[in-house]
Structure formats: structure tokens, C-alpha cells
């Protein structure tokens, strides 16, 4: 591979064009805007979910994200039901659904300089529409175009001036023909850092547009150094998040200065869909308490209950629905909340809600390290119908079931969504970010904790007999 060049692509090729799968799970949270609560059949029910096999793969790497899916691709010279994972170190990895066998391993450039050390990656990947592509991140900075067919790079495209202090840890998106992502720090906020939005032509690499939270008067890729202000990561698990009424994006940002302006710390963001500019914004009235006591607003991602309102979970235990009329414009808008609920237990979330629309009304769902809550959406307000005491990483609807890992050790719960019913613990290990894909008959989860450092991992699926 030739050596990356800042902002560019270093090698093109052209892309091919397959059928859509119906049955395919292509992004972290399933669709663009995030609803983690897929609309197709899995074949899993209440009745046959205690009696899923499991079968564990090995890794070369932990997988603090989730895994994507692609449904009888072309991989390795054949046809494939097939997982794609990327580890904390970057490497991505093609796995066969039915029997676990890695099919290829993507390795980055700069591989061996990161293995083991503090600088990572939970980005989830992300498929091409044409199926014949995904773009994976790496803890170098970079986005990856990677073959379907046998992991090979396509391009190569750095998304940052100073990998060692911007992290990639939220997942990719893609939406109208551009790859998202987005920019954060690492644990300790070490600075100089900012949160930032790209966005990649994916069929050569190119940096199309480039948004920053901070000193958001300049649109090209900063040099973090030379911005006045530092962190205002955009972490939160969803990453940017698609209107799916719009295809505006909506982030979410940590802490740093707030002015209004130029520094948008601790604010929700609603951009331009080629992130070109803000049409949107909000912060709530102690953006400065928030700031000075490390309690991030964008903790987690904004969620798109309605195309009139959305919600922001946030590091000091509240929920806050807000108006996008509201948001509106590029004034400073600050407060004016419509609602404010906790999160299930009080305490942070680092999660991404679920938002199910049922048979019976629209459902949003939440978990943090104490509780796993649902609320009805109902006359733009969540009510709450409920709520109990364990913990769980980002929910998951799919097959009229509710899916909640417990990363503590507690495996994965399954309940009835609309009663919280316990219906079955699949058992797994611990972890931290990883949360379940439910698609095809199968379910997949992987294991472990990226600030563990390890070069291992796992990736458990379960299946019908």
C-alpha cells in the first residue's frame, strides 16, 4: 500500500454493483437514522430463542462495537452468509455465519505500532449500497474502502491531522452517496483535539466536506494545535445520525467552550446533509456546569423520535426532548427543553436508545449501567411503561423481540418489548460498547472491553438447530 496521504486517496478502483439483500444488517443501529430496531423477519421468536446453538469465533482483536451483515455475498471464491467486524486495533474481519470460519483479515498500515496501546478504535463499519464494499476505520485515523469479496483496500483516506490525540470511536454511516464519520478523543481528554464530521466520496476517497465543532468557521481539516479551543468530541455510540425526513445529520458533542458561534461544546447540531454547514442547534442553559464537571451532553447520539422532535441522553442522567423548530437556524439556541426524563437508572449514558414503531404506537427504549427502561412516545412526550434494574449496552428491536446485552458478565437478555418480560438470558461474557445484531435466523455479539488493550477476542453467534 502506498504511503496515505492527508485528506486524499492513495489507490482507486472501480466499484461493482449487486442486487440489495433483503436481509442484510449494514450499519451500527441498522438503518441511517439510527433506530437500532430492524423492520425484517429474523425467523428468531419467543418460542425457539432458548433453543439457539451457539458457537464462539476467535478474533485477532477485541470488537467493542457490533458486528454488520451481508446475506449470500461473493467471499474467498464463494457464496457467503457473512459477518464483518472491525477490532479495537483496526483489523477488519470477513466471518462465515453458518460455520465461523474467517474468511480474510484486514490489516492497516501502522498496525504494529498500535497493537497493545491506548490508541483504538470502536467504530462499527459500514456496507456499500452495492454490496460489494464496506469502509472500516482505524486507529490511525483513516477510513478504508475494503473488497467484499477478499478485504483488499480500495483507498485509504485519513480523516485527521493528529491520530494520536483524534479518535474514531463512533460508527460509520453512509447516506445519498457519502460515507460519514466522525472525530473524538481519548479517555482523559487529552488535548488538543476537536470533534468533527466528514464526509468521503466513496468512490475515490475524496474528503467532500468537513464540519468542526470547534473554531467552526474554518472547513477544512484542522491542525488541532492551531484551533483555540480543544475536545468537543463527537463519541456517542450512533455517531451521526441521518433525519430520515430531511437526510440532515445530527450530532451530539462533548465537552468543551460554548459561545454560540464558532465553539459548539456540549450541543446538539443539526447540519447540512453534506455536512457543509449548521442549520440547527441547542444547548441546554448549564452548558457551562456540564463543561467544567466532565458530564458530556453528547454522551450518546441524538435520536429522531419524530420529524418535529428528537432526544439526547446524556453523562448526568437525563434524557431531553427537544423541538426541531426550536433548533432552528444558526443563533444560539439554548434551553427550552420540551421534556426532561432519567435515564433508567440516573446515571450516564453512554448508549444508543432503540425507537421501535409497533403495532400499538412508538416505543423508545434505553439502557445504562443500572436499568433498561421503555417509555411511549405519545402527544410529543415519553411516558414511561417500564423499567427494571439491569444494566445493558445499546437495545436492540428486531422480530418483535427486545435484545440487551449485559456487559457485566450477564449475558444477553431477550424480553417482550412491550411488557419487559424477561423471555431468555443467551449466556456470553463481559464487555463494554458491544452490542447484538438480530438477523437471517441468527444472532451475533461480540465480547470484551477495548481499554483491556487486548490483540484477541471473540465474536459469539447463535443460530437455529
Partial sequence: ??????????????????AAGAGDWTRFGWNAARTNASTAPTGITAANVKKLVKRTVQLDGTVDSSPIYLRAVPVAGGTHDTFFVTTTYGKTEAIDAKTGAVLWRYTPQGYTSWAGSYQITTATPVADPSRAWIYAASPGGTISKLSVANGKPAWTTSITRLAAREKIAASLNFDQGRVIATTGGYIGDQPPYQGHVVELDPANGTLLHVWNSLCSNQTTLLFPASCGASDSAIWGRAGAVVDPTTHQLLVATGNAPWDGKTNWGDAVLRLSPDASKLVGNYTPANTAELNSTDADLGSTSPVVLSPAVIAQGGKDGKIRLLSVARMKGTAPHKGGELQVVSTPSGSDLFTAPAVWRGGSGEWMFAADGGGTQAWRFAGGRL??????????????????LLWVYNPGGGGLDVYAPKTGKLVATLPAGGGHWNSPIVVDGRVALPEGDANSHSTSGVLDIWSRP
Fill in 383 to 400: 411516558v414511561s411503561a417500564w423499567k427494571n434494574s439491569t444494566g445493558g449496552t445499546s437495545p436492540v428491536v428486531a422480530g418483535g
Fill in 1 to 18: 500500500m502506498r504511503a496515505l496521504a492527508l485528506g486524499a486517496a492513495i489507490l482507486v478502483t472501480s466499484t461493482g454493483h449487486a
